[in-house]
């Protein structure tokens, strides 16, 4: 049985959860961290979630969980078994967790954590539209970011992309993230996993955060 270590409502964790549903896998989550906390014995000296262990084998950073999810179970699917598309899903997956990420959660984190306003994340929200529209560019020929199909590599993306898209700022037109965004709404997967509601201020997060402890 595959066990993960992490909060439901941790984006890191739910880039697990969501591959762990595109594949059907039986797993165990125990929430940890944030207003959760840790506890003694967890099985990474950085502190950081998610954590997936499966039988003797422990691993963790997030993308790292989602390429040996991925790469052990899901090979012809998640893990495509031409040379060419995992190597452009792992492209994309880097890209989302170097340029990507430091543009989207100094924003998401001043919005909701720190409750900071718009004008005060004007340089943030710039930054991180700046970034989407490099996304929107490559899916204007693209309808998932290695081909045709959902490999890992949507997944990071898709997992910030719905807080991108329910967050209270002005977004620039980008219609084909927009279009790659709705098909990944339609995937039950995401929709169980990914879609949680996170509250507008750093009260209701932790409320939020509490309300999901427990939900498989």
């Given at each position: 049985?595959?066990?993960?270590?992490?909060?439901?409502?941790?984006?890191?964790?739910?880039?697990?959860?969501?591959?762990?549903?595109?594949?059907?896998?039986?797993?165990?989550?125990?929430?940890?961290?944030?207003?959760?906390?840790?506890?003694?014995?967890?099985?990474?000296?950085?502190?950081?979630?998610?954590?997936?262990?499966?039988?003797?084998?422990?691993?963790?950073?997030?993308?790292?969980?989602?390429?040996?999810?991925?790469?052990?179970?899901?090979?012809?699917?998640?893990?495509?078994?031409?040379?060419?598309?995992?190597?452009?899903?792992?492209?994309?997956?880097?890209?989302?967790?170097?340029?990507?990420?430091?543009?989207?959660?100094?924003?998401?984190?001043?919005?909701?954590?720190?409750?900071?306003?718009?004008?005060?994340?004007?340089?943030?929200?710039?930054?991180?539209?700046?970034?989407?529209?490099?996304?929107d560019q490559h899916l204007a020929?693209?309808?998932?970011?290695?081909?045709?199909?959902l490999p890992m590599g949507d997944?990071?993306?898709?997992?910030?992309?719905?807080?991108y898209m329910t967050l209270d700022?002005?977004?620039?037109?980008?219609?084909?993230?927009?279009?790659?965004?709705?098909?990944?709404?339609?995937?039950?997967?995401?929709?169980?996993?990914?879609?949680?509601?996170?509250?507008?201020?750093?009260?209701?997060?932790?409320?939020?955060?509490?309300?999901?402890?427990?939900?498989?």
């Amino acid at each position: 049985m595959i066990s993960v270590l992490g909060r439901r409502n941790s984006a890191n964790v739910q880039k697990l959860m969501w591959c762990l549903g595109e594949l059907g896998l039986e797993y165990i989550r125990e929430d940890i961290a944030g207003s959760l906390g840790f506890p003694n014995d967890y099985p990474n000296l950085n502190q950081v979630v998610p954590t997936v262990m499966d039988g003797d084998i422990t691993v963790w950073e997030s993308n790292v969980c989602v390429r040996y999810i991925a790469r052990t179970y899901g090979v012809g699917s998640l893990w495509p078994d031409d040379p060419k598309t995992p190597s452009l899903a792992d492209q994309w997956m880097d890209w989302h967790r170097g340029n990507f990420s430091n543009a989207f959660f100094p924003l998401f984190g001043g919005k909701i954590k720190m409750g900071k306003d718009n004008d005060a994340l004007k340089n943030e929200i710039s930054n991180c539209a700046a970034q989407y529209q490099i996304l929107d560019q490559h899916l204007a020929d693209n309808a998932y970011l290695a081909g045709d199909t959902l490999p890992m590599g949507d997944i990071p993306m898709g997992t910030v992309t719905y807080r991108y898209m329910t967050l209270d700022i002005e977004r620039p037109s980008l219609p084909n993230v927009e279009r790659w965004y709705q098909a990944l709404t339609e995937r039950p997967a995401f929709k169980q996993r990914v879609m949680i509601w996170y509250g507008t201020n750093a009260e209701e997060w932790v409320a939020e955060e509490k309300k999901n402890a427990n939900i498989q």
